[in-house]
């Protein structure tokens, strides 16, 4: 069992930045990484997604250019370093592992998911 603990979400102006982090409680080297985010009244929508050795990246087109995540295995972390953000990024971020590795935009391939951390871009 892998349990994954979100931080650094907040409140920040339009055009600020963010960086949010992910960390397991196990050992997660081989396991892919995604976010996902939620806003209210919408159904949960992919952000991005990193595969177990981080050479491999997918992004949804929304924050293609903004959004950049990364991940460190000697910490079980992964990040979500996110610029230029707008009023539509803002939504609760999870986080979630994937054990065969992929890093798939789907939720349905993600075995582990955290509780979350909420962000708000004002305009």
């Known amino acids: 069992q892998v349990q994954l603990a979100e931080s650094g979400g907040g409140l920040v102006q339009a055009g600020g930045s963010l960086k949010l982090s992910c960390a397991a409680s196990a050992r997660t080297l081989s396991y892919a990484m995604g976010w996902f985010r939620q806003a209210p009244g919408k159904e949960r929508e992919f952000v991005a997604a990193i595969n177990w050795s981080g050479d491999t990246t997918n992004y949804a087109d929304s924050v293609k250019g903004r959004f950049t995540i990364s991940k460190d295995n000697a910490k079980n972390t992964v990040y979500l370093q996110m610029n230029s953000l707008k009023p539509e990024d803002t939504a609760v971020y999870s986080c979630?592992?994937?054990?065969?590795?992929?890093?798939?935009?789907?939720?349905?391939?993600?075995?582990?998911w955290g509780q979350g951390t909420q962000v708000t871009v004002s305009s």
């Open positions: 979630a592992a994937d054990r065969r590795g992929v890093g798939r935009s789907s939720a349905l391939s993600y075995d582990y």
